[in-house]
């Protein structure tokens, strides 16, 4: 085999690192010491396309303007659920300015029969219908007023618990009889248990399925704890809306996407209208953020590709708020149950956890993950149940399922400690396995000062100060689809090209810094050309994928451009390229310490242009956990909240969050700075704000704006403190990993716990608002 | 659990699934085979999470019978 063996710091610097040896691919670069003996890596590195966006120079997609480019605006549904009879678009049609209508009418293939009626059934109160484009938004918002849709109503249902019922309407019309269970991935089981709307149950995921003997479990413990935690339906709101232009030209079809996968854009397309994918070009420069809601082309994207094809005219359509908030995407909600046994010296007996959840439309509203893996516990059984309702389908959103099992689960954890009669940071020390969130709990307690903590409800005067602790885990991903082309040019320029989008995490500057750190150069010396899908295939930004998919390839191929680049100044000096280096922007010799040579002059030894090399994510050192990029690890965290509960107004204030994170080789600390303080934010609003209000009797959701759909202001943003906890594991060449999903998973059970330390009663379900306070200290009925 | 995949699949080429983890596309040899639990899955054909024929769409739903299915080596809608 072509390897070799190297030795690799491993594990946490002031803790236990050590050294272990690897076997890897020969022609992968040397391993990188720990950052601190780095120039660039782990550095708080300024954003390199920080002046573009405070300037506004940054172009998203909204801001892409074409000439003889269209204005399009989506019809939708104003029923929740709907045969639709006709649609009269003569009215819309001789608008001035309109240039064309598309409808979504049910594809026949050739030859069928079928019962389906000419347009889809309506499902929910804003399902995409159709669109118009015209010369203006305006224009093509009057043309949408004047189609005339008429609909044969049926019966809807939209709570969560009206649909579990058995005379429920029923959202999908065939019955649910089997669900074929493998959890999430691979082998299949059998549930069987799904009925009416419920589908269902799932069991297990990748982690495995039911572990040992729930009932004997509970049997051996001394202390058990049993509630129901209910988390609401939460939506994306990215400041930038969900949106394209699509340019169809001739030779093929040109589509700014603001997206979070330009490469599953392009395929999709490419799918749809039976194009090459060659012939489909998915761009996406800025990107105003998505959270897990922006895998996809939507309907806005085939819709804007099919009016652009019937006028020949480019076409912009991005969506508004309200479309963003009812037809987007989710976070699903759930009513969770949960029980925990424990002996009474606290070792875990037993974890039995049932949930049922709503993603609308679609499914995908497990959270069982997290009770199955945090705290290891030799019983363990979960149920998982999606309930379809006739309202808009859920979206992956940060750490799916996590977020809402953690809630919970951290909780019941903190419940449980109490009973035992043991601190609640001190009781995860006794039955949590994993190291980093021991360093991290530690590091994070001497931070936040967790010995101020007292007795729940013992503070004095009507405003109660209260502190908590929340955990997560998140498993290490591994998008093994994931390339980069580094190039050097005879004019001293370095380019980094790959489809894989900046979805504004600062994915441009990591690349930036792994490339200037393996050239000796500074960073400001590198082009980023992403997000381009002519360039080699990246990874979707999901699942706190990106970095360690991403930055491997683009130190590898680096590795092999700067070898190609030394090969020539070897020649010219009449030595071993081995000998050669780059440092500081010069190229010298190992033996011959006089000898040095600019980069730039370097590059003008080419006889070519440009040396392009072009790298792939390999493996993971040492293999992985699951063959398709599960990688062994996980991403650790530990979040303490500090509140102040206003006993008279019900009124609570986060008044600090100390957020202590690991992501193995952190890159740059500012960026993972910033998407942590954008996590805890995330997970500031879940608790206490955001909230989807919907009209039982109407279908509509009822807080579709930017108004009464809460999100923190600034003096509701509380003082963030972050701790990056550096673990290395020598999976890779870079050895790094994402912070994404991660950051916004612990926040709000640490907040439920810092109120719960405030005033002494339990709040089990969020939002937790004023009315929830003053109804759990009896001040209201 | 074993994790091997099946071959031959005939899930409907244009089902799209993503779980926390990963994303899907449908065919006879997904590189990641997603199930229903805890996935979200949408029709690119129909352009949303019910299919042409108004089901429901996830990867164990979406399969040769199905009168909208569409397998792998279908060239047109």
Redesign the interface.
């Known amino acids: 085999m072509d390897t070799r063996k190297e030795k690799f710091p491993h594990g946490i610097p002031g803790h236990n690192l050590t050294e272990i040896e690897r076997e890897i691919p020969i022609e992968e670069p040397p391993v990188w010491p720990v950052n601190d003996e780095l120039k660039v890596i782990g550095k708080r590195v300024t954003r390199i396309d920080a002046l573009e966006k405070v300037t506004g120079k940054a172009k998203y997609t909204s801001d892409i303007k074409l000439p003889g480019m269209l204005y399009a605006k989506m019809l939708r549904s104003n029923v929740p659920h709907a045969v639709i009879t006709s649609i009269d678009i003569s009215k819309a049609e001789s608008l001035p300015g309109v240039h064309a209508i598309h409808l979504i009418e049910n594809v026949r293939k050739e030859g069928e029969e079928n019962n389906n009626g000419k347009y889809p059934m309506v499902k929910y109160a804003g399902q995409p219908l159709g669109g118009v484009a015209a010369e203006s938004l305006e224009i093509a918002k009057d043309a949408i007023s004047l189609i005339k849709v008429n609909y044969e109503e049926k019966p809807f249902v939209i709570d969560i618990e009206a649909a579990m019922e058995l005379n429920a309407p029923i959202v999908f019309d065939e019955p649910i009889t089997q669900q074929e269970d493998g959890g999430d991935v691979g082998e299949t089981h059998d549930g069987s248990k799904g009925e009416g709307n419920v589908r269902g149950p799932s069991t297990s995921s990748f982690f495995g399925g039911p572990r040992g003997d729930l009932e004997e479990g509970f049997k051996e413990a001394d202390v058990i704890v049993e509630r129901t935690y209910r988390t609401q339906v939460h939506t994306h709101m990215p400041l930038e809306t969900h949106g394209v232009v699509v340019d169809w030209n001739p030779d093929h079809m040109m589509v700014y996407a603001s997206t979070q996968n330009t490469n599953a854009v392009r395929n999709e397309m490419a799918s749809i209208f039976n194009l090459p994918k060659s012939k489909v070009r998915v761009f996406c420069d800025f990107m105003g953020g998505g959270f897990g809601a922006k895998h996809s082309a939507g309907s806005f994207g085939p819709m804007a590709a099919n009016l652009a094809k019937k006028t020949g005219r480019p076409v912009w359509l991005m969506l508004d708020r309200q479309e963003e908030h009812i037809a987007e995407g989710n976070r699903p909600n759930s009513i969770q149950s949960l029980k925990i046994g424990a002996r009474k010296d606290g070792t875990l007996t037993a974890i039995q956890q049932r949930s049922h959840g709503t993603a609308g439309v679609n499914l995908g509203a497990g959270v069982g993950r997290i009770a199955q893996i945090l705290y290891p516990c030799p019983n363990f059984a979960t149920e998982q149940y999606d309930v379809l309702t006739n309202a808009g389908p859920g979206a992956a959103w940060r750490a799916p399922g996590n977020v809402q099992g953690a809630f919970g689960l951290e909780q019941a954890i903190d419940e449980l400690a109490e009973k035992l009669e043991i601190d609640p940071l001190k009781y995860r020390d006794l039955i949590d396995k994993s190291e980093v969130r021991k360093v991290e709990r530690q590091r994070g307690a001497k931070l936040f000062d967790w010995s101020r903590r007292q007795a729940a409800g013992s503070g004095k005067g009507v405003v109660k100060k209260g502190l908590g602790v929340g955990q997560s885990t998140w498993p290490r991903f591994v998008t093994l689809d994931s390339s980069v082309e580094v190039k050097i040019h005879n004019d001293g320029g370095v380019e980094i090209r790959s489809s894989v989008q900046d979805i504004g995490t600062g994915t441009k500057t990591i690349l930036a810094q792994v490339v200037a750190e393996e050239l000796g150069l500074p960073v400001a010396a590198i082009t980023v050309n992403i997000g381009d899908t002519f360039f080699p295939v990246g990874p979707g930004s999901g699942g706190s994928v990106v970095t360690g998919s991403i930055t491997p390839p683009a130190r590898n191929a680096t590795y092999e451009a700067k070898k190609a680049l030394l090969k020539l100044v070897a020649k010219k000096w009449e030595t071993d390229s081995s000998e050669l280096f780059i440092e500081d922007g010069q190229v010298g010799s190992k033996k011959d310490a006089g000898l040095k040579m600019p980069f730039k002059e370097a590059t003008k030894l080419m006889r070519t242009s440009q040396i392009s090399k072009i790298a792939s994510r390999s493996n993971d050192y040492g293999g992985f956990q699951q063959p398709w990029g599960l990688a062994y690890g996980d991403l650790g965290s530990v979040q303490f909240a500090e509140v102040s509960v206003n006993t008279d107004t019900g009124f609570v204030r986060v008044d600090k969050i100390v957020a202590a994170h690991s992501c193995g080789r952190p890159l740059n600390l500012g960026q993972l700075e910033s998407q942590i303080n954008g996590g805890v934010i995330q997970g500031v609003s879940y608790a206490l704000y955001e909230n989807r209000v919907m009209d039982n009797g109407t279908g509509h959701m009822m807080n579709a704006n930017v108004d009464q759909y809460k999100v923190p202001f600034s003096m509701e943003i509380p003082e963030i403190e972050t701790l990056i906890v550096e673990e290395y594991g020598a999976r890779s060449s870079t050895d790094a990993y994402g912070i994404g999903e991660p950051a916004n998973i612990a926040t709000a059970a640490a907040i439920a716990n810092a109120v719960y330390n405030a005033i002494g009663v339990r709040i089990y379900e969020i939002p937790i608002t004023p009315s929830s306070i003053l109804k759990a200290l009896n001040k209201v009925s | ?5 099946p071959g031959n699949l005939s899930i409907c ?2 089902l ?1 699934a ?6 899907m ?1 449908g065919g006879e040899d997904p ?12 029709c ?7 299919g ?7 990867p ?1 739903e979406c399969k040769k019978g199905r ?2 299915f ?1 397998s792998q080596q279908a ?3």
């Open positions: 659990m074993d994790n091997s995949k080429k244009f799209r993503r779980n926390p983890y990963g994303m596309e590189w990641l085979l997603l199930d229903d639990a805890n996935t979200i899955s949408w690119i054909n129909s352009a949303g999470a019910m042409p024929d108004n089901g429901l769409v996830s164990m009168s909208c569409v060239d047109t809608i």
